[in-house]
C-alpha cells in the first residue's frame, strides 16, 4: 500500500503509538519534531498537514492484520526519488512479530527440547523423579531466556518461583496429592512465567484480577502465540540475520556433506579392521547390535515423542515469547475490567440487604434448633444415637460447602449493589454478620472432626480438609479485617492459601500421620 506525499524529505520516520481508537503520530527530521493527532487506526498525515480531513491520508488494510497488532506499529519513510517525492511505506513492526534476536532462535530451539522433555516425563517410566527434575529444568531455562533478553524478574516472580519448586520437586520423593498436584505444577509454572516477565495486569503483582491473568498465562498468550516458535527458527528477519543464517547453514552443509563423504570410506575400512582384530570386531559386533536393537525397539517411541512435543514446545515458547516481548497479553486490561465491574453494580442496595439478611436469619434459626447438635463436640460430648464417625461426618463436608457457597454470596452482594460497601453501613453490617455466623458454623466442623481425630487418630483424608477449611476461615478473618482496614486481600488470601498447599507438597505427612498413630497407640490415646 502506498500514499504518495508531496515536498522535499529527507529519511523521515514516523512512529505510531495508538491507544484505543485515537493515537498520536510524530514525526522526526534534522530540523526537529512535530506531533499530530489521528482520528482513526489507519491514518496519517503529511509532514506539512495540520490536523484536518483534507491532510489524511488512509492506509488500507493491508497494512495490519488487527488492531491489537497495529496499536505499536512503525510507519518507516524512506526517501523515494530525486525529486523529493516520496513513498509512504507503512508497515506493522512489533507487534506482528518482534525483532528477531539471536537469543530469541537458540531458545526456540532449547524449547524444543523442553517440550520433549514433558512428554518423555509423562509417558516413560519413573514419572515422579522425571517430574521433581523437569520442574529444576524448566526454571532453569527460563530464568536464562529472560538473563539472556536482560529482563529482570519482578520481586514477587521469586516468590511464585519458590512455590513452583516446592510443589514440584518433593513429587519426585512423596505426594498425598497426586494428580491435583501435577495440576497445580502445571497452573503454578505458566502463572510464575508471566510473572517473571512481567505481565500480570497490576503491575507485576497478583491482585484480584488473579482469575484474568491466570486465563492469560494458561490460555490467551500461549495459545496467541502458538507459531512464533517455528517462525522464528524458519523465518528470515532482516539482511544481517540473513548472512548470519547463511553461515550457519553453510557450516552445518559442509559438515553434512563431509559425513556423506565419510560414510563410504567407513564401509571399506571397517571391515578390514575387524578382520585383523579379533578384539575390535568383537566391539563392533556389539555396536551395531546394540544400535539395531535400540532402532527397531525405540524408533517409533520416539517419533510418537517428537510428534507430541512439537504442539508442547511451541505451547510454552509462545508463552515464554509473549510474556518477553508483550505481544498479545493485553486481551485483559484493568481499566476495561473496570468498567465492565462498574457495569454490574446495578441491583439495588435494598435487594442486597434483604438477601443477606434472609440468610442470615436462616442460619440461626438453624443454630438455635441444633445448638446442642452442633456444640456438643466443644465439650468432647457424644450425641445420644451416633458413632464418632457417623457424628463427624453428618453434615461436615455440607458445613464446609456453606463456607464456600458463602464466600461467593459475599464476594456478589459486594460487586452486584449499586452503593460500595464502605458507602453503606447497612451492607457492611450485614457482611460481618454472614462472616460470624458462617465462622461460627466452620468451627463446629472442626470440632467435630477434633472429636474425630482424638479417637481414631489421623489421616491424610482427614488433614486435608481440615486445612482447607482453615483457608476458608482465614478468608472470612480477612473479610472482618477488610471493613475497618484496606488492604489487598484477594492477593493475600491466595497467597497464604499457596504457602498451605506447598506445605502439604513439602512435608511428608502421610509418613507423621503413621508416626503420631504408632505413638497414640503406644500411649493409650486412641483406638
Known sequence: TEGNFSGKMRNRIKTASVSGQRGIFQERCGTGSK??????????????????????????????????????GEYIM??????????????????????CEPIDRLFAAVYLLVGYGF????????????????????????????????????????????????????????????????????????????????????????????????CNALAVVPFSNLGCEARILFHDFGAGQKEAQKKVSGRAGSILLGIVIVIPVLVIILPLLSSADAGFQSLMSDLTGNLADYISNHLLVIFVRVLFAVPVSFYLFGLIFGGIHGRNTDRFQEEKLLETGGQLRKVPDAAICTALLIVCLIYCLFMAIQGRYLFSAFNGMLPEGFTYSEYARRGFFELCQIGVWNLIFTWLAGACSRTDRRGHRGLGFLTVLLSVLTLLLLVTAVSKMGMYISVYGLTVYRILPLIFMLWVGLVFVCILVRQKREFAIVRFCVMAGAVMFCLMCVFPIEYWTDLYNVWARAQGLIV
Open 78 to 99: 524512506n526517501k523515494y526519488d530525486q525529486k523529493g517525492s516520496q513513498d509512504c511505506l507503512p508497515r506493522v513492526s512489533a507487534p506482528v512479530f518482534p525483532k
Open 119 to 214: 512428554i518423555y516425563l509423562c509417558s516413560g517410566n519413573d514419572f515422579e523423579r522425571n517430574l521433581g527434575i523437569f520442574t529444576v529444568f524448566y526454571a532453569a531455562v527460563v530464568l536464562a531466556y529472560l538473563w539472556g533478553k536482560e529482563i529482570r524478574p519482578p520481586k514477587e516472580s521469586w516468590f511464585w518461583l519458590a512455590v513452583m519448586l516446592a510443589v514440584g520437586i518433593p513429587y519426585a520423593f512423596w505426594s498425598v496429592l497426586y494428580i491435583l498436584q501435577f495440576l497445580a505444577l502445571l497452573a503454578v509454572s505458566a502463572y510464575w512465567t508471566l510473572s517473571a516477565s512481567g505481565r500480570l495486569l497490576k503491575g507485576g503483582q497478583t491482585s484480584r484480577w488473579v482469575f484474568f491473568d491466570g
Open 35 to 72: 506531533q499530530h493527532r489521528c482520528p482513526d487506526r489507519g491514518e496519517f498525515f503529511r509532514k506539512d498537514a495540520e490536523p484536518d480531513q483534507n491532510s489524511i491520508g488512509t492506509c488500507t488494510e493491508g497494512i495490519r492484520s488487527t488492531d491489537a497488532e497495529f496499536k505499536q
